[in-house]
Every structure is written in structure tokens, then in C-alpha cells.
């Protein structure tokens, strides 16, 4: 039988598979701006903050075998179907993964997986180092910098913009607005 767990168990379970600052806090912001963008755009904030912070979970331990390892780990441990699909679906189109982003929350997580890493890179280089005077200028201006964070798949965020129906600068501001929320979490307070 599967259950929602709680947002406490989805965290003990992310720090059973990754240990390092970067990818709990790349889960934080990720989870951060979910819960924001489930708030405004009518989703179940609960729900959708489980899936940001358990998208990559296989990732650290598991990085050859990303999204298929995490379905794995998540069904032994009795999540539901769907927030597995979701969680998978935000490695559409690499990874070897063809789940394609289907619902509002899907298409959300893929829009801004990428996108948060973005935000707080371009956080950092501020005089200020936080995320709480951050403008989406300042992320569009570092957006044609190929070295500038160049981990980031710029087209993944604008393939999941379409996607969504959004304007990009848009959803740069939910973004941001959204990491806000977790500034300090996330060592982007200044």
C-alpha cells in the first residue's frame, strides 16, 4: 500500500543518499520554489515541496543511473505512483528517460530544476550574496555567459517555459521569489 510520506521522512530519506552541502541545498531551493509556484499556480504546496526536495535523490550516490534509481528507491519505499512519475519526469529527454512532463507539477519541476541552480549562482556573484535583492535582470544578463554557470542547461529551462506557457523572465521572478522563502537555508541571505 502506498502513503504520502511526511515532509520529515522525504528529507531523512534525501540524507540517506546525499551528504554534500551542494545537493541538499540544491534540493532546498528546489523544493523552495515549488512550493511557491504550487501556491500560485493552485497546486497541493505539501505535495509538490516532496517532490522538489526527493527530485534527485539517486543523484549523488547514483549519477550513471539518475531518475531510474530514485523510481526504484521510491517504489521500494511505498510512494505513490504519481509523485514517483513526477519526481522521474524532470530527466525527460536525458538521463535515458522518457517520462515526459504531463501534469502542472511535472512541467514545473522540469522548468525549474535547472533554473534554481541559475538563480543562485548569479546570488552569489552580488556584492550582497543573497538571493533577497536578487532582480530577474540580473539571472537574464548572466543568461548568454556560457561559462557562467555552465552546468546549467539553459534549454531545458526555456524548453520547460514553453512547456508551462510562461514567459521566461516570469518564471525567473517565481524563482526567485520562491528561494526567498529559504534564503537562509540556502546560504543566500547575504
Known sequence: MTTTPTREQAWALLQ????????????????AAMRYMAAKRGGDVETWGLVGLVHDLDYEVFPDQHCAKTREILTERGWPADLIRAVVSHGWGFCGNDVEPLTDMEKTLYAIDELTGLVAAAALVRPSRSVLDLEPKSVKKKWNEKRFAAGVDRAVIEKGAAL??????????DVIAGMRVAAKDLGLAG
Open 16 to 31: 540517506e543518499f546525499n551528504t554534500t552541502d551542494r545537493a541538499l541545498k540544491h534540493a532546498l531551493a528546489v523544493e
Open 164 to 173: 508551462l506557457g510562461v514567459d521566461l523572465t516570469d518564471l525567473i521572478a
